[in-house]
């Protein structure tokens, strides 16, 4: 049988990955150590004031000595304030500090992973950890943290006064203290999995909703509000039966220990004031022996307490770590290669590829393929031929599972993903239009563009006219995915980032699938205007798009089965035959 882990170290474990985030703030930290410590002494100093004055009496003859102890009592309240003050602030900011790099660097990492991550993970998880997770270290950091270590203090130094002040008394309080330490052991590990549970469940709760909020359209265009209501209603009460879980053994744990550890003390004192009645125990002393047994038990108390939080940080500790160490697949080089001005063009050798969720299901078999340099390319087929899957191979996104793909030259894989995308513009058929003006939704293909150039590409795009007609023109806020405009409005401003961009190749992604005849007939000539100047590849299954195509690949079943022109294909190709005549009818054999 497998060794357990040792608890503690399984308890605070993960809160060690934080270090690397406090390094860069560490002289505040210490400073807030250092306040800490202060604010713990100035408050073990109060109980000698306290035996002084029940010692000395309250006589006329001890009045002078009297307001001695007074004045001390103000100072060391003042140090204990001002302490007290600098500790919450120096916490306070390293908390918030910490949380705000931790975000950064988890967003940083995660915009960074290829999509290959996404097909198994939903965003509202994702963000869940960005929000809930980090919330939680914050807490610890900020406040639990600090006072654990202060309550630390406090129960250290109060036993050493309490040894101090009476050491067979101290004895029996710490003999006490072996049944406080066991409940903290059993249920300590208990509550990080239900802490983690919860926070799972959590995660789960806010993944359906993101899903949802996003496909409000279609949601309501089903009639489905009340199921998906009904849904979420059921994944937000596991949710909080998993909360109830953690807070009921949160309480439990509490309870025992306060329980303990005051019944510990009413024995204690009871031994203590049977020793003032013997002599052996100044009254005075007694009255020590308890406020520093108070300080003490309060100490113990509080750290149980504080312990659940850190239980829970830890869990959401564990989850964001795990989630800073994911490695996307895809990754620059160490040393990359340099993409040459010219060469050959695009080449594909005996590249296959399956998705990781469906590795069993090839989308791409040993296709092999040479793209020239300014040629126009077409790929035509039926959905799920692997014409996207091609396109997101030259992205990058993926790599190929056998074979190798070739940009003027280079193998892909050796190239800075940087390098290798600024060489691509695309046009992907389900449009991404952020939540911003016009503007700077064009601008996003060049950051560094003028508003001329924007303009420009607008123009070009055919997006120009209806812009301007917005209620503030190419200021005018888009809505979130582009809500306020249609959808073949979202696909100009798309196609306008793209010849922004003005990259040497360019992948169109059924380009022109949801504008009208007009429309698309001034897109068409816009695209063949941009398509002279590089090479271009084209998805369509609008065939009436790719007629003027240098070249036309039929693709089907993640190969290439025919390629040729319009006209050679209708004699050579049945399927691209039977999906001309679906389109155009007897007319399909006409010349373009």
Do not use: C
Not at 250 to 268: M, N, P, Q, Y
């Amino acid at each position: 049988m497998p060794e357990s882990p040792k608890p503690t170290l399984v308890r605070i474990s993960p809160l060690l990955a934080l270090l690397p985030f406090l390094r860069p703030y560490r002289l505040r930290a210490i400073l807030a150590l250092l306040a800490l410590t202060v604010a713990a002494s100035a408050t073990l100093a109060l109980p000698v004031a306290f035996r002084y004055m029940i010692d000395r009496g309250f006589s006329a003859a001890s009045a002078g000595h009297i307001n001695s102890v007074f004045i001390a009592l103000f100072a060391v309240s003042a140090v204990l304030a001002t302490a007290t003050a600098a500790r919450f602030y120096l916490v306070s900011w390293l908390g918030e500090r910490v949380t705000s790099d931790l975000r950064s660097a988890i967003y940083r990492h995660v915009i960074r992973m290829s999509p290959a991550y996404f097909e198994t993970t939903q965003t509202g998880e994702v963000l869940s950890r960005l929000t809930t997770d980090t919330t939680l270290v914050q807490t610890v950091i900020g406040t639990s943290l600090s006072m654990g270590l202060r309550n630390l203090l406090l129960m250290a130094g109060g036993l050493v006064m309490l040894f101090i002040t009476s050491s067979s008394l101290t004895g029996y309080i710490l003999t006490t203290l072996l049944f406080v330490i066991l409940p903290i052991m059993l249920f300590g590990r208990r509550v990080r999995q239900l802490s983690r549970a919860s926070q799972d469940r959590i995660a789960d709760a806010s993944a359906m909703a993101g899903e949802i909020l996003n496909a409000i359209p279609t949601v309501q265009a089903f009639n489905q509000q009340a199921h998906e209501a009904q849904r979420f209603d059921g994944a937000v009460e596991h949710a909080f039966d998993s909360a109830l879980a953690r807070i009921r053994a949160r309480s439990l744990l509490t309870a025992v220990v306060i329980l303990l550890v005051f019944g510990a003390i009413v024995f204690v004192l009871w031994l203590g004031a049977h020793a003032v009645i013997d002599g052996s125990l100044t009254p005075g002393e007694l009255g020590q022996f308890v406020l520093y047994a108070v300080v003490t038990a309060g100490a113990i108390g509080a750290i149980a307490e504080v312990w659940g939080d850190i239980q829970r940080a830890a869990g959401a500790t564990e989850r964001l770590m795990e989630l800073l160490a994911l490695d996307s697949p895809v990754q620059t080089p160490e040393r990359p290669h340099a993409l040459a001005a010219t060469g050959d063009g695009i080449r594909l050798e005996n590249v296959s590829f399956a998705y990781p969720s469906r590795p069993d299901t090839p989308a791409l078999h040993q296709l092999n393929l040479h793209i020239h340099p300014g040629e126009r390319v077409a790929l035509v087929g039926p959905s799920g031929a692997g014409k996207t899957t091609l396109f997101q191979l030259l992205l990058r996104f993926y790599d190929p599972d056998q074979g190798q793909i070739k940009l003027q030259g280079v193998n892909l894989r050796t190239l800075a993903l940087n390098d290798l995308r600024q060489h691509l513009g695309v046009v992907l058929q389900d449009t991404v239009i952020f939540a911003t003006s016009a503007l700077e939704n064009i601008r996003y293909g060049k950051p560094e563009a003028s508003d001329q150039e924007v303009f420009a590409a607008a123009r070009e795009a055919a997006a120009d006219e209806f812009i301007q007609r917005l209620p503030q023109g190419y200021a005018s806020h888009l809505g979130e995915r582009g809500v306020r405009l249609s959808g073949g409005q979202r696909q100009r401003i798309a196609i306008a980032r793209a010849i922004l961009k003005n990259p040497p190749i360019l992948l169109l992604d059924e380009a022109t699938s949801a504008l009208d005849a007009e429309s698309e007939q001034l897109v068409q000539q816009a695209l063949e205007r941009a398509a002279a100047k590089r090479t271009t590849l084209v998805i369509a299954h609008r065939l009436a798009t790719v007629r003027q195509a240098d070249r036309i690949l039929v693709m089907d079943q993640g190969r290439i089965i025919a390629e040729g022109t319009h006209r050679t294909l209708l004699q050579s190709s049945p399927l691209y035959a039977r999906l001309a005549a679906l389109q155009f009818g007897a007319q399909a054999d006409e010349p373009a």
